[in-house]
Structures are given as C-alpha cells and as structure tokens.
C-alpha cells in the first residue's frame, strides 16, 4: 500500500474530492485545500509528495503559490494543474517550471487514467 | 638747166653739133674781118686774135663741161632710180611673197626672179628647167597645172590658179601662180607670169571657213532664236529663230520685224527703247510678248547687242528665248506658294521652323500656342525657351541624336511651355530638310490636353465597356463571388460573435473546466467500480461520455481568448518554435513523427503578441502532426524574403502527411471546419492562425500537396520584418 502524501490546491471544491476519492482508493493520503494561503499552512504541518496546484486561484496564483511552497517545503514536487488544455498555458507551465514546479502537461478535465499516470510518474522522479 | 632740157628735148645731139660747127665758123670768120677792120696793127690783130680764140675755147670748155655733167648726172641718176626700183620691186616682191617667171617655149628655159626662188627654198641662180619646176608642186596639182600650161601654150589662154606646192626644204605651201602667154606672130613664144606664196592667207581662210562652219553648226543648234537685224529688217535668222516664229528661214530674209510683234505700239516701244540702250553701248533686254506667222502668241526674253558700236547702220544681233514654260512654271511656283502660305497661315496646327535650335519662323497657330504676339518676337528665340524645363534633358538627346546622324523617333510627346510659363502637353511631329547646306527642322506642333482627356474618358468608357463584357462573360463567376462575400459577412459577423464568445468563455472556461473535471473523475471513478449490468453503469458512462465532450467544446472555446495586440514584442521566430518544439512534444504524439529543422540564423524580428505566435506555431505543428500516420516528417524552416518590396520572415512548417483536398482548400480557414472525427476536432484551429496573421499583416499560403513531393501539406507564414 502506498504512503506518500498529496496535496491538492485548487479552489474548486470537487477537484479536491475527485482527488481524494481517485487517489485514496489507490491507497494515497490525498488532502486537499481551496487555496494557496491554506496550502502553505497545509505543507508546514505535513510532509506532502507531491503537491497539485491550479493555475488560476483567489489570492496568490498558482506560480506563486509554487514558489512560496517550494521555499517551505522544498523536497515536495509541485505539479502544474490547468483549467483547460489552453496553448496559452505554455508560458505559465514555463513560469510554473521557473518558479521550481513541474509540468506533466495536466489540464483540465483528465483523459481516462490520465491522473494516476502523472502520480506515479512524478514520485518515480522523486525517487 | 632749163636751157638744156628745151635743147635736149627740142634738138637732138647731131643737131646740137651742126649748129655747134657753124656758130663757130661763123664766130671765126666774122670775127676775124671785124677785128681786121678795126686792128689794122698786126701786134693788136695777133692780141685780139688770141684772145678771142682763148674765150672761145673758154667758152666752148664750160659748154662742154655743163654738157657733159648733165649727161652724166641723167645716167647716175636714172642708175640709181633704176636700182631703188629694182630693190623696191625685190623689197614688194619679198613683202608680198610673189615673185615673177618666165619661160621661153621653144627652149624649156625658165627664168625665176629671186623671190620665186626664196618661195622654193633653192639657192638663187641655181638653174631650173621646166620638169624640176613642175615637180615643185604636189603630185595631185601636177595634173591641173600642165593642162593649164598646154592649153596656155595651145590656145594663149591666161590662167590664174592657187595650187600646193612642196619646197626643197619639204615645206608644203600654198602658191597663187598666174601666167599670161606672149605671142610672136600669133604663135606663143613666151610664157610669162608670177607666182605667190599664199599659205598665210589660205591657212586664215581655212581658219574663217572653220570658224564660219561652226558658227553655222552652233546658230543651228541653239534653242535660243537668233537674228540679225539692221533697220529693222532681217539680214539672216537661224533655225530656232525660223522655229519659234513659224517662217521658214527663206521667208525671213529681208522680212520687217514688225510683223513678229502683236501690235504696232509694242513694235515701236522695242525700238525706243533698244535704241536707247544702244546709244550708251549697252546690250538690251527684254521680256516680251510676240507674235507667230499663226497668229501665236507667246512670251520670250529678247537681248539685243549692236553689231559695231561705231557703225549702228551695222545693225544688232538678237537672241530671243521662249520663256512660256519658265512663266508658267513661275505661275505655278506663285500659285503653289500662296496656297501653301494660305494652309501655313490658317493651319490651326503650329508650325514652326527651326534652325540650330534657333526659330526661325513660325505660323500664327504657333504663335497663338505659345503666346507670342508677332512673328519678330519669336524669330531668334531658342526652341528651349518653349519646352518646360522638365523636358529639356529629353530634347537635348533627342537634338544630340539628330545631328550625329541617327535616326530619332519624329512623332513624340512633350511638355511645352508659353511665354508666360504655362505648361501643357503637346504632340511634336517634327521632320528636317536640307536647303543650301543648312539644316531645318520643322514641328507641328498639337495641343492634346483636350485629346488627352478624351484619351481618358475613351480609356474609362473603354474600361467600363470592357467591365460590362467581363460582367457578362463572367456573370457566373461574379455570382459566385457574391455569394462568397455573402459567405464571409456572415462570417465575419459569426467571427464578431465567436470573438465575444471567446472573450466571454475566456473567463469562465477555467471555472467549467475545474468542475467538469472534478465530475469527470468522480464519475469515471464510479463507472470503474460498477459492471456493465448494473443499471447506474449506463447513467455514468453517458455522464462521462458528455462530460468528455464538454471539454472539448470548452477547449476550443477558449482559444478564442486572446490578449489585446498591445502587448506587441519583438520576437525572434527560430527561438519561438524551439520553445513551442520543447512544449509540444505531448502534441507530436507516437515515435513515428521526426522533426527536421533548417533555421536561417540572423533573421530579422518581428513584432507581435508572444502567446499569439506562439499559438500559431502549437496548432501548426498539432495539424502537421495529426496530418501524419507513420514516418511522419515534419520540416520546419525559416528565412527572410522580401515580397513586393515589404521584407517578410517566414516560417515554412512541410509534412509528408494525408495533404488536404482540392475541394477543402477552400475551406480550411473555416470556423468550426474540420475533417476530424466527430468530437475530435473543434474546426477551430486554422482559423485562429488565419486571424492572428491577420492580425499581425502577416499572410499564410497553403499548398497541398507541395510542389516538390506528392503528398502533405505546406505552411507558409509571413510575418512583416522590423529593421
């Protein structure tokens, strides 16, 4: 059974349930919170994997929540989340990647199997 | 000595002697007896007697004395008279050339005078018999001269005959020999007679008969009539005199002259006036009008020219020409001018002539073209100082061809210019000629301002007769064209709305997208926990399946979402596809496609929005890469062109896919086109490239398949350059 720790960041609530219930019934320990200021007290209680972040949120974005959560937490690996498969996302994937995240070019809304190929695939780097 | 001569003539000398011989008896017989008388003393007697007989012979002495000197002085002088007229006679002959002969018939001897011998060239005193003198002469005059001596001998005929004689030295002369017979008893004994070198004189008559034969030849050949008139009346008239008047030459001599002229006052004014002409010496001449033998009447230029001033009884020689051709041909030359000045001054043309660039003369067309008020304003003016300035190169070459002789367009079109400085077109027909070695140049010369008006209006009317044609051949087509204009208004105002969509969705899609996925996961994780059988596993599959197809619609939508084109860059093409080639390898899908890049290095910028480019690039490489099964290979390539003077950088994307077909071609840029499966495609991508170009001025060709290899498609964006 699987014991690593993802965080979810994304201000849509159901994301995060479709998180939890995909991941967890992988056997993950999926949290998840509607922000980025939620998510940086989130990562200094826990140790967490792998955190997804949204692009566009309330408050900080996406890039900056990256930023401030790799400076907390900097062994977690951020991955960039996206509304949409939108080509404008390119240059925020590359900020994304500038500002110590990665991309698995994951947009919104997932292919079938999509999103446990990215979990696996970016703890495999971790590792 | 008058004493003497009466004696001499009255007595002869026996006379004078009988007298003399009793005039002294008697002397001294008387004498003695008168002194006898007187002297008785013997002593006085024998005194008296001596001295009388000395005065006697005294007397008788000086008698004697006068006597004989008379005597001798008559035969001196009549020696010398005699000899003066012997050198006289010689001095003549020698002047004359003539000499005398003489020839005794019984003996055949000749007796020549010194002169006859000079004129032979044989030594004087040489003896001549009668063969050596005939075969003096040239054999063919032998014959005639021995017949005129046989019959001079035979009949006492004279003869008097001028034959060619050849003389000892060879010389040929021609003698002038006369002879007169002298007859003795009736019977011919002597011939006598003279003979003359006349060589000098028959040379000058051969000399006169040439010269007279050619004057013949040259009056009769003339076409000039000539006459000698003297008192008015013809002494003789040559042939073209007897042709141009109609008398035969026969008829003319001794004819009045008035009957040449047509009137009587014309007659008599000739006369006057030659007259007095003649007086000073002067040749007459005149342009006359006279009269035929028919009645004709025509005119001629008569000269006239006195034979011997000193002597006018002597009369004048005329030369008379007909000059009713010359006349004529004057007419027609004054006819033809003053027609030809009536076309020059009237021609509503300008005419103008030139010489060296100078004008010369001009019409009053010309005149009024170019604003001069007369002739004397323009005469002397340079040519250039009629063409506007902007012309002046032109004329010059025009002018520098010209006079070195090669051949220059004589119909062009120039600017001209007015004395006042107006410009305005013209049309120069300009054409040289030659008079006495100087060239001229004449122009006509045309306003066309109205005619290059009317040139416009005929070419629109032209125009629109030809657009009516093409309207009517190409009615269809038009029709067509409508109907596609109808099309992309329709278009362009589903644009207008897509953009607002696009806008719209812009914002909203991330929050569809984020709830959308949220379902779909939830309801893909259901759908796997359930069976085929179970009555939810139907419900969630369909929630899936329109989940599914809602993110490609919002997909799609949101590309429409594009930032203002303020946010313009410079941006270096090959560093955008390398990043856009990094990003996309996601979208190149499958490890059948390879990518062959061919950059030109130190492109020019070009300035644009980075993410809209950067989307062009994406969905060109995603068409290219969805186009492509396997070996697929996709060129990517870039340079700098320049396209109607506007530098472009160009960005050429060529796949080896399936191409694009001939009837979608047209409809490729299409909004909501596609030939993607149902739910693949938003048939959105190209037109999104299509507008951004747009958008940028920048231009896109398709070809499909390219023309170097036989499938594919090539991509060609042009985006205008900034130095």
């Avoid at chain 2, 000892?168 to 008893?185: E, H, K």
Wanted: with cysteine; glycine share 6%.
């Amino acid at each position: 059974m699987s014991t690593e720790n993802i965080l979810v960041v994304d201000d849509e609530r159901i994301i995060g349930t479709a998180f939890e219930t995909a991941l967890g019934d992988k056997g993950y320990n999926v949290d998840s919170v509607l922000n980025a200021e939620e998510a940086l007290i989130a990562v200094t209680k826990k140790k967490y994997d792998l955190v997804f972040i949204d692009k566009t949120m309330p408050g900080m974005d996406g890039i900056e929540a990256c930023r401030e959560i790799k400076k907390l937490s900097p062994e977690s690996i951020a991955v960039f989340m996206t509304g949409c498969f939108d080509k404008h996302n390119i240059i925020k994937e590359q900020q994304f990647v500038d500002a110590g995240g990665r991309t698995y070019y994951l947009y919104k809304p997932f292919a079938r199997g999509e999103l446990l190929e990215v979990v696996i695939k970016a703890l495999s780097e971790k590792k | 000595m008058n004493l003497f001569d009466g004696m001499k003539n009255k007595l002869g000398p026996f006379r004078i002697v009988v007298i003399y011989a009793a005039i002294s008896f008697f002397y001294i017989y008387f004498s003695d007896t008168v002194v006898g008388m007187f002297a008785r003393d013997p002593k006085v007697f024998t005194a008296i007697a001596i001295t009388k007989g000395s005065i006697f012979v005294l007397v008788t002495a000086i008698l004697l004395y006068f006597l004989i000197r008379r005597d001798m002085l008559t035969i001196i002088h009549s020696q010398k008279a005699q000899q003066k007229s012997d050198k006289l006679l010689r001095d003549t002959g020698r002047t004359a050339k003539i000499g005398g002969w003489e020839i005794e018939l019984s003996t055949r001897i000749i007796y020549w005078t010194e002169e006859i011998y000079r004129i032979h060239e044989v030594e004087s005193g040489v003896p001549i018999d009668f063969d050596m003198a005939i075969n003096f002469f040239a054999p063919e005059s032998r014959p005639v001269l021995l017949e005129a001596i046989r019959r001079a001998t035979a009949d006492g005929a004279p003869y008097d005959l001028e034959l060619p004689l050849i003389t000892a030295q060879g010389r040929r002369l021609w003698v002038r020999t006369t002879a007169q017979p002298d007859r003795v008893d009736g019977r011919v004994e002597w011939l006598r007679g003279t003979l003359q070198d006349i060589t000098d004189r028959k040379l000058t008559q051969e000399r006169v008969h040439k010269i007279a034969n050619e004057l013949r030849v040259t009056l009769d050949t003339v076409t000039a009539g000539i006459s000698h008139i003297k008192d008015r009346k013809i002494e003789w008239a040559n042939k073209a005199h007897s042709e141009l008047f109609g008398y035969s030459i026969g008829e003319m001599y001794g004819m009045e002259t008035s009957l040449f002229y047509p009137d009587r006052a014309s007659f008599e004014r000739l006369g006057q006036e030659s007259n007095l002409q003649f007086l000073d010496g002067k040749t007459y001449s005149t342009e006359i009008e006279m009269c035929k033998k028919d009645g004709t009447r025509f005119w001629c230029n008569m000269t006239g020219r006195q034979v011997d001033t000193a002597h006018p009884a002597e009369g004048a020689i005329w030369v008379i020409q007909d000059n009713t051709e010359r006349r004529r041909s004057d007419e027609l030359l004054r006819e033809n001018e003053a027609k030809f000045r009536v076309i020059f001054e009237n021609s509503r043309d300008a005419i103008g002539v030139s010489k060296k660039g100078i004008h010369y003369f001009a019409n009053p067309a010309y005149l009024k073209l170019f604003g001069f008020k007369n002739n004397e304003e323009i005469v002397g003016r340079s040519i250039f100082d009629s063409i506007a300035p902007s012309h002046h190169q032109a004329m010059i070459n025009r002018t520098e061809l010209r006079s070195n002789g090669k051949s220059v367009e004589s119909f062009y079109e120039a600017r001209v210019m007015k004395v006042d400085g107006t410009e305005f077109d013209a049309e120069f027909n300009v054409s040289t000629y030659l008079i006495k070695d100087e060239i001229y140049s004449m122009a006509v010369i045309r306003d066309i301002t109205n005619r290059k008006q009317a040139e416009r209006n005929a070419l629109e009317l032209a125009v629109e007769k030809a657009a009516a044609e093409v309207a009517t051949q190409k009615a269809v087509e038009l029709a067509l064209a409508y109907e596609k204009l109808h099309k992309t208004q329709a278009m362009l105002i589903q644009t207008e709305k897509l953009s607002a969509i696009g806008t719209l969705s812009a914002g909203v899609a991330h929050e569809l997208n984020s709830p959308l996925a949220g379902i779909l996961e939830l309801a893909r994780f259901y759908l796997d926990h359930k069976n085929p059988g179970d009555r939810e596993y139907r419900d969630l599959k369909q929630i899936v399946e329109a989940g599914e197809h809602m993110s490609k619609i919002i997909k799609g939508l949101r590309d429409f979402s594009r930032p203002s084109a303020e946010e313009n860059e410079k941006l270096n093409c090959n560093d955008l596809i390398e990043k856009m080639l990094e990003f996309s390898q996601r979208i190149i899908s499958g490890p059948d496609v390879h990518i062959h890049k061919d950059f030109e290095n130190d492109l020019p910028m070009f300035k644009g929005d980075k993410n809209q480019i950067q989307q062009i690039i994406l969905n060109l490489i995603s068409n290219a890469a969805d186009a492509m099964q396997k070996n697929g290979i996709l060129k990517i390539s870039t340079r700098k062109v320049m396209v109607s003077d506007t530098r472009f950088v160009e960005m050429e994307f060529k796949d080896n896919g399936c191409g694009i077909s001939k009837e979608n071609q047209l409809k490729i840029f299409d909004p909501f086109f596609t030939t993607k499966e149902q739910g693949k495609g938003t048939g959105l991508g190209l037109w999104v490239v299509y507008s951004i170009i747009k958008q940028h001025n920048g231009e896109i060709l398709i070809e499909s398949p390219p023309v170097d290899q036989g499938t594919g498609t090539l991509v060609k964006v042009r985006m205008p350059a900034v130095s």
